[in-house]
């Protein structure tokens, strides 16, 4: 609770984001600490965005469903992603590890630019600022001298559906090469 590790509460519902904040708050309000809450599957983050602003919240968005309705009943707007950006709300994507094409990372960051998040932060959504919301940002999520050498090499622009990956470099070494 003091800070130094994110307090990561997975909440799907405007009820249960409500939930994660208020506790958080309570935390600070009975001076047990200052958490830095991450709301992890924040299909509804945008039905009360300036809940999340106030709480100083960082969130992770679920895959994007098709449907509009996610497995849990929680209803995901298409340009959530873009509110929370242009509200400074630290935004990751993520794929939540399922197994479907459509539900790929990649995938993520595309349906987010369709719902007008910009590519730079679409970008950063699935590079630095997840690195940066569990404190390893010296050490992954961008290129810089030092830092782990994993990086993903496309034919075209990221995220498009015309661009594949075409190398995958871990630790500074070839584990994809189409050669």
């Known amino acids: 609770l003091d800070g130094k590790l994110p307090l990561c509460i997975q909440a799907w519902s405007t009820q249960d984001i409500r939930t994660a904040v208020f506790l958080k708050e309570e935390i600070e309000r009975e001076k047990l600490g200052t958490p830095r809450l991450i ?3 924040a299909a509804e983050a945008w039905k009360e965005p300036q809940l999340l602003v106030r709480s100083k919240a960082m969130v992770v968005l679920p895959p994007f469903p098709m449907q509009g309705r996610t497995t849990e009943g929680a209803f995901m707007a298409w340009d959530s992603a873009k509110l929370l950006h242009d509200l400074g709300v630290p935004l990751a994507l993520s794929s939540h590890g ?9 995938r993520q960051a595309g349906y987010a630019m369709r719902g007008g998040l910009p590519f730079d932060a679409a970008l950063a959504a699935v590079t630095i600022t997840p ?3 569990i404190g390893i940002e010296d050490r992954v999520g961008s290129i810089a001298v030092g830092k782990d050498a994993d990086l993903v090499l496309w034919s075209g622009v990221p995220f498009e559906l015309t661009s594949r990956v075409v190398g995958v470099l871990v630790d500074g070494r070839i584990v994809l090469d189409p050669r």
């Open 39 to 41: 709301i992890d599957a």
């Open 98 to 106: 399922a197994p479907a094409p459509e539900t790929r990372l990649d």
């Open 131 to 133: 690195a940066r919301m």
